[in-house]
């Protein structure tokens, strides 16, 4: 077995996980409502350690880090392997929903920020949503880019 084709499996492999755990939590904690709630909160209380398995403990710093790289990485590939083959318009659409629900998130989040009072029924309602589907669009555009490397 070559090194890409055991990367690309690994890279499957961990994607599916992490959307597995992310699933599981959905369901082993069902007082968090997924579109009032950002992903975080599952790492908080019993069953956290479920979270742990794609989070670790540096939350905060790893989002200022992780987040940036994540969406400057998934384009420059996105747009490299367009380049390359005609198979890549999957990860490139994956990763204008990556960034898109990004931007959601971010406005969301500028909105409701440190310093204005909480209102249950502005726009913090909607916080979980964004964050969702950038996890989840981000764990398919791994699958979909190693997708040809794996086979």
């Known amino acids: 077995m070559t090194f890409p084709l055991l990367a690309a499996r690994a890279v499957i492999a961990a994607a599916t996980l992490a959307l597995l755990a992310l699933g ?4 082993l904690k069902p007082e ?4 009032r709630n950002m992903i975080s909160q599952y790492a908080l209380g019993r069953h956290g350690w479920v979270m742990a ?3 670790g403990k540096m939350h905060g710093v790893l989002f200022l880090i992780g987040v940036p790289c994540q969406l400057l990485a998934t384009l420059l590939l996105s747009l490299a ?3 390359e ?3 890549a318009s999957i990860p490139l659409l994956l990763t204008g929903l990556i960034w898109l629900s990004f931007v959601t998130m971010m406005a ?5 920020g440190p310093g204005k009072p909480s209102n249950p029924n502005g726009p913090e309602r909607f916080l979980g949503l964004p964050n969702r589907l950038f996890m989840i669009t981000y764990g398919v555009w791994l699958m979909a880019a190693a997708w040809p490397m794996a086979h």
Request: aromatic content about 4%; hydrophobic content about 50%; proline content about 5%.
């Open 24 to 27: 599981s939590l959905h369901i």
């Open 32 to 35: 968090i409502h997924p579109s």
């Open 53 to 55: 398995l794609f989070s």
């Open 81 to 83: 392997a367009d380049s």
């Open 85 to 87: 083959s005609s198979n």
């Open 108 to 112: 969301i989040m500028l909105m409701v």
